[in-house]
């Protein structure tokens, strides 16, 4: 049985419903302003995030058995969660400065309720196996995917004159995760609802280039900044529960998963409106398109 692309399709499939694209990934924005600010600069900060979402299951189902799988409410979804950043910047000579970036870009922490959407008490023939179960829980435990990214970014800039801002370096980021999947979703306990998988932490490294304008006297600043896709290899350990079809998988030999994280483009606009009041615009664009 071939499972090597399993993994990285169930992060997508076991996202809240707010999540079922892969832009949900998408948290710190990864702001380039830090670096660009006059003179030595450092900032640190911590965002917290206690999202509230819900819902139910719409789906069509062509067993007449399972018409209860529609409509019943999956539970909180979301869980809180947190994420840091830093950065230090150093103007080392009047044309010369040199940065320090930490964030974590790149994120999901979903679990789904493992007390609601349960099956009527009795269910006639092949359905009677998913019995005491909800769709995306086997009575006891819910299915759940934490992603997790770290990137510090290394930047060396040149400043030709008080206008211009030429910038580059390299990137390092780590990746990993952990998904459980159950419920009659995947199939129930005895197929793909009893799926667990686990994505060894592992580091890559990729690079960004940008340049700034600015027109310091009326606090004009615009930037725009490049981020490669980075590409890292890492052994995800598979497992299925000890019942069903697929219990004789449930110590799977780790393999190595391929997974890609987006390259990116950021825009950022900046200017004095009036005095001691400056208006900001940001847009991002990020090819989730590639993906994998």
Sequence with gaps: MKLKHLSTAMILATLPATGVFAAALDRSGQSISAFLQPGNYFEAGLSVL?????????????????PLLSNTSVGEMADSYQFAHAALKLQLADQLSFGLIYDQPFGAKATYSTDTAKLPAALPGAAAALQGQGAFHNGTQGSSVEVETQNLSMILGFQPNKNLNFYAGPVYQTVKGNIQLRGTAYGGSATF??????????????????????IPE??????????????????????????????????????????????????????GIMADTVAFANVRWVNWKDFA
């Excluded at 079809?245 to 799977?252: E, K, P, V, W």
């Design 50 to 66: 206690d999202a509230d979402v819900s819902g139910t299951t719409k789906a069509n189902y062509p067993n007449a058995a399972l």
């Design 193 to 214: 609802g009893g799926y667990n998988a686990d994505i060894k932490e592992t580091g890559d490294i990729g690079w960004l280039a940008g340049a700034a304008y600015q």
């Design 218 to 271: 009326i606090a004009l600043k615009a930037s725009v900044t490049y981020r490669s896709e980075i590409k890292h290899s890492t052994d995800a350990k598979e497992s299925f529960s000890s019942l069903g079809l697929f219990a004789g998988l449930n110590a799977i030999p780790a393999k190595e998963t391929d997974i890609t994280t987006p390259q990116s483009v950021n825009l950022d606009l900046q200017t």
